[in-house]
């Protein structure tokens, strides 16, 4: 059975995931390369796949509920801003 992780650590690896979408080379064959594209949206579906059930637990506090949300909308940002 694998190891729960606590919603704090949950919130701090999306936003490290963000972080890595950005941080991720453009290809030599420019940023609409499929490659590139794909390993961008895959890390950040996983950084909203790590937050997406977090604010519907009942003992998630609205500062977590509230960080839930940010990290949701800074994967909507980065996504517009690396690849469009």
């Given amino acids: 059975m694998p190891k729960l992780i606590p919603a704090a650590e949950r919130v701090l690896r999306a936003r490290a995931l963000i972080q890595k979408a950005r941080d ?3 290809p030599p064959e ?8 794909a390993g961008v ?3 950040l ?7 997406k059930f977090i604010s519907m637990t009942p003992s998630a506090s609205a500062e977590m509920k509230a960080d839930v949300r940010k990290i949701q909308e800074e994967a909507d940002l ?3 801003e690396i690849l469009h």
């Avoid at 420019?30 to 594209?37: L, R, V």
């Avoid at 579906?45 to 937050?51: I, M, N, S, T």
């Fill in 30 to 37: 420019g940023k609409y390369d499929f490659s590139y594209i």
């Fill in 24 to 26: 991720l080379p453009i």
């Fill in 41 to 43: 949206k895959d890390l």
């Fill in 78 to 80: 980065a996504d517009k």
């Fill in 45 to 51: 579906r996983q950084a909203r796949d790590l937050v």
